[in-house]
Nanobody
Framework: VQLVESGGGLVQPGGSLRLSCAAS????????IRWFRQTPGKEREAVSC????????YYSDSVKGRFTISWDSVKNTVYLQMNSLKAEDTAVYYC???????????????WGQGTQVTVSS
């Protein structure tokens, strides 16, 4: 069972990136997949979540209206489209598997290795 993130990089403020969370060894349709981000010295922040089986989506206030989470069942991949990026979006982004988007972070049991997003001019 594995989650692998990709798509991070360096982007200027106002730019866009699309992160991918590809799953192997599990069918994402059965789970909630949440994106977290973390910067040094700060707590890990829940950014967005999707549970395809019941149509649940969630966005933190800090990204609402700028980020969009989506699902490709054929590719067994969850995406995070990030637009209008700001310097404060700079972080390592992780995807993780849980059973409900409302569950606390501790209940997410499979994590990817993370992908770095840097927003800077």
């Amino acid at each position: 069972v594995q989650l692998v993130e990709s798509g991070g990089g360096l982007v200027q403020p106002g730019g866009s990136l699309r992160l991918s969370c590809a799953a192997s060894g599990l069918i994402l349709d059965y789970y909630a997949i949440r994106w977290f981000r973390q910067t040094p010295g700060k707590e890990r922040e829940a950014v967005s979540c999707i549970k395809n089986s019941d149509g649940t989506t969630y966005y933190s206030d800090s990204v609402k209206g700028r980020f969009t989470i989506s699902w490709d069942s054929v590719k067994n991949t969850v995406y995070l489209q990030m637009n209008s990026l700001k310097a404060e979006d700079t972080a390592v982004y992780y995807c993780a598997r849980g059973t409900q988007c409302t569950h606390p972070q501790i209940l997410y049991d499979v994590w990817g290795q993370g992908t770095q997003v840097t927003v800077s001019s």
